[in-house]
């Protein structure tokens, strides 16, 4: 066969195509491989192709500001984030739309407003993940927990622990157990404060999450309070870190394992502070820890009778 000059004209530059010494088996042409497809130069005949796009997906021509395709998908969104919003008064390149254009858009947003849940399920989950990520923002968590809890919620939907029980008390539930996790030293107080919901409700359904879903949470220890009291508080470093000796010293006696981590935690600083000579008041780190004095009080004198 004799050699031939190949010109090639392609929109991708980086598309490098080479030559076959194989014939076309429709009319013996030229065929050329590249990295997408093997073509017949003569006839047009695709006679393999590569279904997979090894290339990178931007989406933009400016090497300087490449853009994805889209955002990522999410488990915070009922449909993971694959939705479809139509804007109002603007087109995609910027130019103002015209009054006939701008009432079809709205009758477009309409329709996918009615159409957007397909069932009463679908529609309970919306709102519960709504719910969740209102709950995460007040609490100021990581967008990890609050995906986990997302996560922990859509878990809850599909074992059917939704019937009898409200929405925000299972997304209420669904975050604290989440932060428990994770061992983050959220307070059940904390959590029902930012929900809209009862506390003996969201009680009853953690434990319910507890119970049939087997959450992986451990024990709550004092010292995972430290560092939120003392932030709190605003105690210096050596205070701190008396504290801390003092709840790891007494962890394993009856102070630690039969009463509450929060009390205790305020008993560590509030006996460090008076070691260091710093006046802290019983009441204000009762109210920093979401306790009583009389629980601060106790716990104290339990401290210094070990």
């Known amino acids: 066969m004799a050699t031939r000059d190949i010109y090639e004209t392609s929109f991708d530059e980086d598309v490098q195509t080479n ?134 919620f859509r878990s809850a939907q599909t074992e059917d622990l939704l019937r009898g029980r409200s929405i925000e008390a299972i997304a209420a539930a669904s975050v604290y157990g989440a932060c428990r996790c994770n061992g983050h030293s959220r307070l059940l107080d904390a959590v029902v404060d930012a929900a809209r919901v009862e506390q003996s409700r969201v009680t009853n359904a953690y434990k319910t999450l507890n119970t049939e879903l087997g959450l992986p949470t451990q024990p709550v220890r004092p010292s995972e309070f430290m560092p939120r009291l003392a932030s709190e508080l605003d105690i210096s470093d050596a205070i701190r870190h008396r504290a801390m000796a003092l709840s790891k010293q007494h962890r394993e006696t009856a102070i630690s394992n039969g009463c509450r981590p929060s009390g205790v935690a305020a008993a560590c600083i509030y006996k460090a502070a008076q070691e260091h000579g710093r006046s802290l008041t019983q009441q204000r780190v009762a109210a920093a820890a979401g306790i009583s004095a009389v629980t601060v009080r106790a716990r104290r004198d339990e401290l210094n009778a070990v």
């Open 19 to 152: 030559s076959s010494t194989n014939s076309c088996p429709e009319c013996d042409g030229w065929v050329t491989t590249n990295s997408v497809e093997t073509i017949c130069e003569d006839c047009g005949l695709v006679i393999d192709e590569q279904r997979i796009d090894h290339g990178p997906e931007w989406r933009t021509h400016d090497q300087d500001q490449r853009k994805r395709t889209g955002a990522p998908l999410t488990a915070a969104r009922h449909n993971r984030g694959l939705s479809t919003e139509i804007g109002r008064k603007k087109d995609a390149n910027g130019n103002e739309l015209s009054g006939r254009e701008r009432q079809r858009l709205s009758r477009m947003r309409r329709e996918q407003t009615r159409g957007r849940f397909q069932s009463k399920a679908e529609r309970n989950l919306a709102h519960g993940l709504g719910e969740v990520r209102r709950i995460a923002s007040v609490l100021e968590l990581s967008y990890s927990v609050r995906d986990q809890a997302c996560q922990l």
